[in-house]
């Protein structure tokens, strides 16, 4: 293969993969904004503190888009994956309550999720793919160690 070609699709599916992934992430960020007060509240009420909001609508919306784009994986899976899980510990801890352990585990899934990312890659598809293609034309692409 010479790098131009998706022969069996792969690519195709981690493109949908990590749309469907980010849009959880560019939902929830847009979300927060719309309803910044409402947050800041709930925030206040969790024991976080309310000035750590922009931190998490940059890290959601940012992540969100890096995403998509396939722009610098391992790091964008990495932060986004850390940030499910504290937002789980911070915000959905009450493992006595069902909603609540529901919460804790999606978000721990989440993370799961995107640490497939780091392990797989973004796929021909992104523009670290697309870099990758550039830097190894003609040559055989590196075999998962």
Request: charge should be negative; hydrophobic fraction near 50%.
């Amino acid at each position: 293969m010479d790098g131009s070609v998706d022969d069996n699709g792969n690519s195709s599916v981690l493109l949908v993969a990590r749309c469907l992934v980010a849009g959880l992430f560019l939902w929830s960020g847009i979300g927060q904004v719309q309803g910044y007060d409402e947050t800041a509240a709930f925030m206040i009420h969790s024991g976080v503190m309310s000035n750590l909001l922009p931190i998490a609508v940059f890290i959601e919306l940012a992540g969100g888009i890096l995403l998509i784009a396939g722009y610098r994986m391992r790091l964008t899976v990495l932060v986004l994956a850390g940030f499910c899980v504290v937002t789980a510990l911070l915000f959905h801890a009450n493992f006595f309550e069902r909603t609540q352990m529901f919460h804790f585990l999606k978000n721990c899934a989440i993370a799961g999720g995107l640490l497939s990312f780091y392990v797989s890659g973004a796929g021909r598809l992104s523009f670290d793919g697309l870099s990758e293609s550039e830097a190894d034309v003609g040559v055989a692409p590196p075999q998962l160690r």
